[in-house]
């Protein structure tokens, strides 16, 4: 048996254009990721990965 490599996620430190909030958003988002703070849409789903609206700051894989 074979083992399947667990697939990394890569996430993303986005900062919210409308209030400076930063939150972490994933790179496979299944539905729309809103700031925490001002509901401001920081991503969507696009073809099985986050399309970030926001800044993105910082990117970690
Ligand atoms: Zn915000």
């Known amino acids: 048996m074979s083992k399947v490599p667990y697939p990394k996620t890569k996430y993303y430190k986005v900062k919210c254009a409308s209030c400076n909030n930063e939150q972490i958003v994933f790179d496979s988002v299944k539905s729309t990721v809103k700031c925490n703070v001002c ?10 990965k986050a399309q970030i609206l926001g800044e993105i700051i910082e990117q970690y894989s």
């Open 39 to 48: 509901d401001e849409i920081l991503a969507e789903p696009k073809g099985g």
